[in-house]
T-cell receptor, first 112, second 113 residues
Framework: EDQVTQSPEALRLQEGESSSLNCSYT??????LFWYRQDPGKGPEFLFT???AGEEKEKERLKATLTKKESFLHITAPKPEDSATYLC?????????????FGQGTTLQVKP | DAGVTQSPTHLIKTRGQQVTLRCSPK?????VSWYQQALGQGPQFIFQ???????QRGNFPDRFSGHQFPNYSSELNVNALLLGDSALYLC????????????FGSGTRLTVV
């Protein structure tokens, strides 16, 4: 069964304390892995797409990496404004519609 | 450049009633997908519309139906509402020829009482 699991469910960091979020996936053929940021009561905001193992992408304090079984979202020296829920989603290679399969998310709180 | 627009933003309905949610895709996008997000969970795929046809459907009952109009906008209809239908309903648009790069709207918060 296709599955996406994120850990931890919740993470509390002090401002400047770097950490990583994990996204493990089991799908039969991966077309792409997506990271989104979601603020309370809002829709997901696109961050990154990764397509092949070994690929890395960066945006400000965020860096996403991909292996054959999991992806990491590294947060370097986070600030309070980085507080949000981070969602991971996969798209199967066999999908002709682009359906995304989401994990349950990691809620990050960064304290000043 | 307007992104994905959803209406209404909030809605309260009584169990057994019917509801219609609306979505206007991002300019240049021709495909609309609908997702249901329960509190504390990730979004779950309901269905996708392209060329006014339902292309794929997730694990949702027939009470959930949709429509896409010639201008690419879309509606999600839910009949015989249950308390468990309370959720944030998200619309995502994309370009069928590209098939990735989804833009999400801010969602409609549906509460069933």
């Amino acid at each position: 069964e296709d599955q996406v699991t994120q850990s931890p469910e919740a993470l509390r960091l002090q401002e400047g304390e770097s950490s990583s979020l994990n996204c493990s996936y089991t799908v039969s053929g991966l077309r792409g892995l997506f990271w989104y940021r979601q603020d309370p009561g809002k829709g997901p905001e696109f961050l990154f797409t990764l397509y092949s193992a070994g690929e890395e992408k960066e945006k400000e304090r965020l860096k996403a990496t991909l292996t054959k079984k999991e992806s990491f979202l590294h947060i370097t020296a986070p600030k309070p404004e980085d507080s949000a829920t981070y969602l991971c989603a996969v798209q199967k290679a066999s999908s002709n519609t682009g359906k995304l399969i989401f994990g349950q998310g990691t809620t990050l709180q960064v304290k000043p | 450049d307007a992104g994905v627009t959803q209406s209404p933003t909030h809605l309260i309905k009584t169990r057994g009633q019917q509801v219609t949610l609306r979505c206007s895709p991002k300019s240049g996008h021709d495909t609309v997908s609908w997702y249901q997000q329960a509190l504390g969970q990730g979004p779950q795929f309901i269905f996708q519309y392209y060329e006014e046809e339902e292309r794929q459907r997730g694990n949702f009952p027939d009470r959930f139906s949709g429509h896409q109009f010639p201008n690419y906008s879309s509606e999600l209809n839910v009949n015989a509402l249950l308390l468990g239908d309370s959720a944030l309903y998200l619309c995502a648009s994309s370009s069928f020829s590209v098939n990735y790069g989804y833009t999400f709207g801010s969602g409609t918060r549906l509460t069933v009482v």
